[in-house]
C-alpha cells in the first residue's frame, strides 16, 4: 500500500507540466526512497530523470516498491484541478490499477480526489555513469530560459563552450549568427541572479536547441539551473526540487561523423 | 554537419 502527503503539492504540478511535453507515458516508481521517475523522449535523444525523496513528504508509507505506469497528459488533466496550495495525497493499493489523488485546501475547507487509471508501459531503464564534469555552470533559470527562447529564434544548434572568459552560447541560421556569453557573478545583490562556473577544462559541445529549450520549461520549479558538461558525453540539466530532491535532463550531443 | 546520436549511445540498458 502507498500513501503519500505533500503538503506542497503544486511541486508535483510544476514537475508534471515540466516533463509532459517531452514524455507521454512513464512509470512512476515508488519505493521507501520516494519518488522516481526516468524517461526518454520518443525520439531517445535526451532523458529525464526525477527523484522526489520520501523525505519531502510530510507522511510516507509504501509497504512494497511499485511502478505505477501513467499518461503524463492525464496525470496533468488530474493534477490541473488542484489548487496551487493544496496538499496532494497520493494513495494506492499493492496490486490495484488505479491511484488516487486526494487534493486539500490550505484552509481545509475544500477536497477532492481523483481516480487516475494506471497503464502497462514498457520501459527501458538506462544507467547513467557517474561523471567527473569538465564544466559545471549555475545560473539563473530565466536567463537559462531567455538565453533558449533568443536562440531559437535564430538557429536550430547551439555550440555551448566554456572557457575561462565565461560559457558562450552560439547559434547560426538564416538570419545570421548570434553569441551569448554567460560570466561569473558572485556578487550580485540578490543570490537568485548570481551565477557560478566552475571549469576544471574548457569544453565545447553542439546540441538540438529545441530540447534545451523544453527543459526550460522546469524554470517555475528552481531560481537556478545547472548545466554540466562533459566532452562528447550528453549534458546534464539540473533543476533543484526545493531540498526535495531533483529534475535531471540528459540531452545527447550532435557529434561530427 | 554534426550529427544528432541517441541517448541511449552514452547510457546503456540495465
Known amino acids: ?257 | 554537419k554534426p550529427g544528432q546520436r541517441s541517448i541511449t549511445a552514452f547510457f546503456g540498458t540495465s
Open chain 1, 1 to 257: 500500500m502507498l500513501e503519500a502527503r505533500l503538503v506542497q503539492g503544486g511541486m508535483l504540478k510544476k514537475v508534471v507540466d515540466a516533463v509532459k511535453d517531452l514524455v507521454t507515458e512513464a512509470n512512476i516508481d515508488v519505493s521507501s526512497s520516494g519518488f522516481q521517475l526516468q524517461a526518454m523522449d520518443t525520439s531517445h535523444v535526451s532523458l529525464i530523470a526525477m527523484h522526489l525523496r520520501s523525505d519531502a513528504f510530510e507522511h510516507f508509507r509504501c509497504d512494497r516498491a511499485m511502478s505505477m505506469g501513467m499518461s503524463l497528459a492525464n496525470l496533468a488533466k488530474v493534477l490541473k484541478c488542484a489548487g496551487n496550495d493544496d496538499i496532494v495525497t497520493l494513495k494506492a493499493n499493492d496490486d490495484g490499477d488505479t491511484v488516487t489523488f486526494m487534493f486539500e485546501s490550505p484552509k481545509e475547507d475544500r477536497v477532492s480526489d481523483f481516480e487516475l487509471k494506471l497503464m502497462d508501459i514498457d520501459s527501458e531503464h538506462l544507467g547513467i555513469p557517474d561523471t567527473d564534469y569538465c564544466a559545471t555552470v549555475t545560473m539563473p533559470s530565466g536567463e537559462y530560459a531567455r538565453i533558449c527562447k533568443d536562440l531559437s529564434s535564430i538557429g536550430d544548434t547551439v555550440v555551448i563552450s566554456a572557457t575561462k572568459d565565461g560559457v558562450k552560447f552560439t547559434t547560426s541560421g538564416d538570419v545570421g549568427t548570434a553569441n551569448v556569453t554567460v560570466r561569473q557573478n558572485t556578487t550580485a545583490d540578490k543570490k537568485e541572479d548570481q551565477t557560478i562556473i566552475d571549469l576544471k577544462e574548457p569544453v565545447a559541445l553542439t546540441f538540438a536547441l529545441r530540447y534545451l529549450t523544453s527543459f526550460a520549461k522546469a524554470t517555475p520549479l528552481a531560481t537556478h539551473v545547472t548545466l554540466s558538461m562533459t566532452r562528447e558525453l550528453p549534458v546534464m540539466v539540473e533543476y533543484a526540487i526545493q531540498d526535495m530532491g531533483f529534475l535531471r535532463f540528459y540531452l545527447a550531443p550532435k557529434i561530427e561523423d
